[in-house]
């Protein structure tokens, strides 16, 4: 996985054709740090280090990905963006959310449960789909467990640390939020719509 924050760029050095494949020696500020068998984003390409020799590193491109992108046209001397992966070396909390707001929901109620606050929302029935119970939810860009869920809605709990540290805590009936359904259920959700 790759952010498209790009690292540092390279220089293509030396190019050798093997049957339908290419490989390429590249120079760059990061060739030493990186390790045969890492994967490594050339140009928004995935491929693997498959050798280091001081300042350059190899990678071989296969016909497939060589039909599929600009790999063909590399010449020595072309400058090559690169990125290695992205380091999930560290906790990830909440859940995975893109950013990407789906939809909007009307808060209907809301009750104070004596240190928490349970809030209650209505979804167009469309959406019902991608909602299950104690699944993630973002709202306005919270990452939050579903339950109680319905056919046209669901609700949520807030703790009080996230009352006080978000909007939540001016959020009235009749509120719209914005919703940012679980990605992975997503996926799965168009995989069934395509069968």
């Known amino acids: 996985m790759f952010t498209g924050i790009i690292e540092t760029t ?4 030396d190019i050798i054709i093997s049957g339908s494949n290419r490989t390429f020696w590249i120079q760059s500020a990061i060739s030493t740090e990186l ?5 490594v984003s050339h140009n928004g390409v995935c491929l693997t280090v498959e050798e280091i020799n001081e300042n350059m590193h190899r990678l071989t491109a296969i016909d497939e990905t060589l039909s599929k992108t600009n790999l063909n046209s590399w010449q020595p001397g072309t400058a090559v963006n690169i990125e290695r992966c992205l380091q999930m070396n560290g906790r990830l909390d909440g ?7 789906d939809t909007t929901a009307v808060c209907i109620n809301t009750i104070e449960k004596d240190g928490s606050w349970e809030y209650n929302f209505e979804i167009d029935k469309q959406f019902a789909n991608l909602i299950i119970e104690k699944g993630s939810i973002a709202l306005n860009g ?10 046209h809605g669901f609700a949520v709990a807030i703790i009080p640390y996230t009352f006080q540290h978000t909007n939540m805590q001016y959020l009235k009936i009749s509120d719209r939020v914005n919703i940012e359904f679980d990605m992975i259920g997503k996926y799965v ?7």
């Open 189 to 195: 959700n168009r995989m069934m719509q395509l069968k």
């Open 35 to 39: 390790r045969i068998d890492q994967s």
């Open 95 to 101: 859940h995975i959310v893109q950013g990407h707001t």
């Open 10 to 13: 390279g220089v293509v050095k």
């Open 142 to 151: 919270i990452s939050l467990t579903i339950f109680n869920v319905l056919d």
